[in-house]
């Protein structure tokens, strides 16, 4: 129990003290999973959009490997990329492997499948004659399509979540192709997975307070916005 | 409603999963004009206004606007900002009404003050300037499908497609949506095609009827026509021609304009031309049946009296239709208060009489 309190107390002492390895873990982090989830949500809400509104043979076939893919074990995804960017793998020679260039891929390559998910799902439950109300308005495709995302915005911030939430907690993929090189590719859950294993519980517990913090906050902001937005 | 054809469609052909779900020749509609589809549930009446709208691709076919053929995409593109079509559930953006009703004219890039300004316009015509602040996932069914219209003619199209737009809505926000819609249609002089299955609605609304079943339009006409002289047995009955005797030609009266037909073994007059031998179907509308209790007495001009019984009596409010058998089938309307009078009762003997020129006849070959 007091190992618990007093990594507690360590973690706020970090926190309010702004300690420079912390902060500068905690702000990659921040970096590297947002930026997956970023380009995760530029490829995801439109290849879900895409699937959600076309036609084409072989489309149970593509949501089923959609679905699969929301529930990719990190540590393949990891395995994968590892060997891709590997010095003789087929993308050896981009040198980026240990790099966060390498997390931001994996990380996206999680995150990915599931804001395709998330999306489809999302434009899917929409009115399936509101795509013809906007284009019989005189829309534009893209307008079109715009609309449609405003209109499932709320699931859509789900996805954004989602994706969110997947890649700064994980571990397997970012310590296979960030290698967790202080100062330059440690994270988070990282650098926790370290300290702990040398029997720093304290940072290692701190460092778990600061993610859950970091999880909570960013899910309260969204959360928010969702709720705000609900029908009563 | 000027005589020129505004949209015109030739040899339109819609399949669906490699079936024919419409097959139409040629249709066109007037500049000004309201034309009904109508028909029973799943005739293809969406699916002709969808292909109208070029939302939908035909298999076949052409749709020619304003004496322009819309076949590229740039001449859809073109073609879709000068109509509006208003589907059976409102289908409002999660905003505003005011925000619902300026959708398509921010669409187009118009500035805000023209926007206000044409927005309250619409709002104001369709009785809901009070709602424009209102989030449109709180509205009521009548109110939502009135922002649905405000948003249809806020761009001033030059025409509506309008699918069941009242089907949703409780029989008093019905009627009056009915009414002001028809009104506003007649006021802006907006050519509309409206699909429903409701005769009463087409009867209210349109210039013409466009009778549908089976993905092909079977009729098509003026609502006096389409009423009184159904071209099939299927017209007939879907516009409510609810007595239908087959019968033979026995005798065609000289120089008369009338000939008598042979119904289960009973004579009716009917005014026309035919052959003898002909066989015929011989329709009357319910509200052209008289019943009494008694023969009219002296000379009429009422050309069939015929004694049947009474099997059925159906209250449809203030009025009542009345089943007789009169060696076949015959159905009447009358008031509530005329039935009272008669006491009409089920297994009562009663005359029903009608006028020669009453009877529909539908031929059917010798």
């Known amino acids: 129990m007091d190992l618990l309190l007093e990594g507690i107390c ?25 930026t997956a989830t970023i380009i995760s949500l530029l490829i995801g809400i439109s290849a879900g959009t895409y699937v959600a509104l076309s036609e084409f043979s072989g489309r149970k076939f593509v949501v089923s490997l959609i679905n699969t893919g929301m529930a990719f074990p990190p540590v393949v995804v990891g395995l994968f990329v590892t060997i891709f960017l590997w010095r003789s793998g087929p993308l050896g020679f981009l040198e980026i492997l240990y790099t966060p260039t390498a997390m931001i891929i994996a990380q996206a390559i999680i995150a990915t499948p599931i804001v395709t998910g998330i999306s489809m799902a999302a434009i899917q439950q929409l009115p399936g004659n509101l795509r013809l109300q906007i284009l019989a308005l005189g829309a534009t495709r893209f307008q079109m399509l715009w ?17 969110f939430g997947g890649v700064i907690s994980e571990i397997g993929a970012s310590i296979m192709v960030g290698g967790n090189i202080k100062g330059y590719s440690r994270v988070l859950t990282t650098a926790t997975v370290m300290e702990t294993s040398r029997g720093n519980f304290e940072i290692a517990i701190a460092l778990s307070v600061i993610l859950l913090l970091f999880v909570f906050l960013i899910n309260a902001i969204l959360t928010q916005i969702q709720q705000q937005e609900r029908p009563r | 409603m000027k005589a020129t054809p505004v949209l015109k469609v030739e040899n339109l052909l819609v399949k669906r999963g490699g079936v024919t779900v419409l097959d139409i020749s040629s249709l066109f509609i007037r500049e000004g004009e309201i034309l009904t589809l109508i028909g029973p549930n799943g005739t293809g009446k969406s699916t002709v206004l969808l292909t109208l709208a070029c939302l939908l691709k035909p298999f076949r076919g052409s749709i020619i606007f304003k004496g322009q053929r819309v076949d590229t995409h740039q001449a859809i593109f073109a073609y879709r900002r000068k109509l509006s079509m208003v589907f059976q559930e409102p289908l409002l953006f999660n ?48 109110e939502a499908q009135r922002t649905s219209l405000a948003r249809a003619f806020a761009t001033l199209p030059e025409i509506v497609f309008l699918d ?34 409701d005769l009463q609605e087409a009867l209210r609304l349109s210039d013409r009827l466009a009778v549908m079943n089976e993905g092909k339009i079977v009729q098509i006409g003026p609502p006096a026509e389409v009423m009184d002289h159904p071209v099939d047995l299927f017209v007939a009955s879907f516009v409510g021609m609810e007595t239908l005797m087959t019968g033979s030609v026995i005798e065609v009266g000289e120089g008369e304009g009338a000939f008598t037909v042979s119904i289960s073994g009973h004579h009716v007059q009917v005014a026309g031309v035919a052959t003898p031998g002909e066989k015929v ?41 009345v089943y007789l058998h009169c060696g076949f089938m015959v159905v009447a309307f009358v008031t509530r208060q005329f039935g009272e009078n008669l006491s009409l009762k089920v297994g009562e003997d009663v005359t029903a009489s009608f006028e020669a020129t009453a009877v529909h006849v539908i031929r059917r070959g010798k």
Do not use: W
Not at chain 1, 10 to 30: C, H, Q, R
Not at chain 1, 152 to 162: D, F, G, I, N, Y
């Open chain 2, 95 to 142: 905003a505003t009404v005011f925000d619902n009703v300026a959708s398509g004219l921010k669409i187009r890039g118009m500035g805000k003050g023209d926007i206000q300004r044409r927005v309250m316009e619409c709002l104001e015509r369709f009785g809901i300037s009070h709602l424009g602040r209102r989030s449109a996932r709180k509205l009521s069914g009548g």
């Open chain 2, 281 to 321: 179907v011989c329709g009357i509308r319910p509200e052209h049946v008289t019943l009494g209790t008694d023969p009219p007495r002296g000379k009429s001009a009422i050309r069939n009296v015929l004694s049947g019984k009474i099997l059925k009596i159906v209250s449809l409010g203030l009025f009542c239709k």
């Open chain 1, 147 to 163: 609309i449609l995302m405003k209109e499932a915005r709320l699931p859509l911030l789900a996805a954004v979540m989602a994706g």
């Open chain 2, 164 to 197: 069941e737009p009242f089907a949703s809505l409780d029989p008093p926000g019905r009627e009056s949506l009915i009414e002001d819609l028809g009104g506003i249609l007649r006021e802006t002089q907006t050519t509309a095609i409206l699909a429903t299955h």
């Open chain 1, 10 to 34: 360590k973690a706020f002492y970090l926190l309010i003290t702004f300690d420079p390895e912390v902060m500068g873990i905690t702000l990659l982090s921040l970096r590297i999973s947002g």
